[in-house]
């Protein structure tokens, strides 16, 4: 297929399904992203916004700033939003949009003022790209943002808490640290995930981890290789039937899926 480059985002879908991997990277079927993820990425790019800003002045912006620009950004999105029934939860498409996005307000003002003034931002956004010989695809991404002392923080704008370990079996921190041991010659010192989780009343949450193990990086690569060799052969096995992946709340293309149970 010529593949020349993978990126974690396509890693990680064809590990999770092939099916919605074919459909989205080799069929090019596009789906319209839910409130939520919509909600997510406003917020994701306000606090972009802030920390670039920070690592000219050293603070951040005003919360007042905050819930303006996220406001702005979700003037900018919200036509994209193709709502889901749960989302809906029997309102109009109307009512959802402006509960999604006071909500959201709230949920990147918490995060703002609780874990914000504690980042000391040098990087974010940093892309990387890991070349391989043989002849391999390259591996591409984006760390959400890297703090002084060699820390790798990746932040995440959710709707429920998450497990104590998910930041310890997190393979996009797996692939953050592979990236940038390749950009920095050099092992991070800390992996971090940062989460703004809007329950009734929004939280922050905060999990810290050591570096991968050389192991772990090697599991890490040996599925990145899997991963690669199916794409190339056209091998696009659908995720396990039972799998949470494999549901018409989290896949966009269970409803016209002919492989779903």
């Known amino acids: 297929m010529g593949l020349d480059h993978i990126s974690f985002t396509q890693l990680n879908m064809i590990l999770l399904c092939g ?12 789906i319209q992203p839910s409130g939520s993820m919509v909600r997510g990425r406003c917020s994701h790019k306000v606090e972009e916004i ?11 912006l005003p919360v007042e700033a905050i819930g303006d620009l996220f406001s702005d950004e979700w003037e900018k999105q919200k036509y994209e939003i193709a709502w889901n029934e749960d989302e809906l939860d029997g309102d109009s498409p109307t009512k959802a949009e402006a509960k999604f996005k006071d909500t ?17 931002p040098i990087a974010v956004e940093e892309k990387f790209t ?27 704008f959710v709707g429920k808490s998450p497990t104590a370990d998910d930041a310890a079996k997190d393979v996009q921190l797996t692939a953050y640290q592979f990236g940038f041991l390749h950009a920095y010659k050099k092992k991070p010192a800390l992996l971090k995930k940062e989460y703004a989780v809007s329950t009734k009343v929004p ?21 990145l290789e899997t991963a ?9 096995l659908p995720a396990q039937h039972g799998s949470w992946k494999c549901s018409e709340k989290w896949c966009g293309y269970w409803s016209t899926c002919p492989l779903k149970p």
């Open 19 to 30: 099916e919605s991997y074919r459909r989205r990277y080799i069929q090019g079927e596009k």
């Open 50 to 60: 802030n920390y670039k800003d920070k690592i000219k002045t050293g603070i951040d």
């Open 104 to 120: 959201g307000i709230v949920v990147i003002e918490t995060y703002h003022k609780e874990l914000a003034p504690l980042a000391i």
């Open 130 to 156: 890991v070349e391989f010989q043989g002849g391999y695809p390259s591996l591409t991404g984006i760390i959400d943002r890297i703090d002084e002392g060699d820390h790798i923080i990746d932040l995440k």
């Open 203 to 223: 939280k922050t949450v905060t999990q810290e981890v050591p570096p991968r193990d050389d192991e772990t990086i090697q599991r890490f690569l040996l599925r």
């Open 228 to 236: 690669m060799a199916a794409i190339e052969k056209g091998v696009f």
